[in-house]
Nanobody
Framework: QVQLVESGGGLVQAGGSLRLSCAASGRSFSVYSMGWFRQAPGKVREFVVAISSDGSNTDYADSVKGRFTVARVNTKNTMYLQMTSLKPEDTAVYYC???????????????WGQGTQVTVSS
């Protein structure tokens, strides 16, 4: 069992930056691949980025490539999402998730956080 808690969301102007954190507790964080997903109002939840258990492999959605950077510090049981050049269309609830592989498939992730709201104003 892994418990995940996201933090760092908030309100930011377009062009600004935010850093989200995902803190894990419970079973060993370092064995899991991790992902960030987001859900905008009235839309389905979508993939943002995934990172392998050791951080050596990442996969970004085209919509965030070049603007978002994922990282993890296994000694701190924490994953980060640095978001820059934010756009209004990035407004969503952001969720972190833990799974067994680097994948865009949501059903491959067994553990999910409660989410943190990111709002980008124009």
């Amino acid at each position: 069992q892994v418990q995940l808690v996201e933090s760092g969301g908030g309100l930011v102007q377009a062009g600004g930056s935010l850093r989200l954190s995902c803190a894990a507790s419970g079973r060993s964080f370092s064995v899991y691949s991790m992902g960030w997903f987001r859900q905008a109002p009235g839309k389905v939840r979508e993939f943002v980025v995934a990172i392998s258990s050791d951080g050596s492999n990442t996969d970004y959605a085209d919509s965030v490539k070049g603007r978002f950077t994922v990282a993890r510090v296994n000694t701190k049981n924490t994953m980060y999402l640095q978001m820059t050049s934010l756009k209004p269309e990035d407004t969503a609830v952001y969720y972190c998730a833990a799974g067994i592989s680097v994948t865009r498939r949501q059903w491959s992730y067994a553990y999910w956080g409660q989410g943190t709201q990111v709002t980008v104003s124009s």
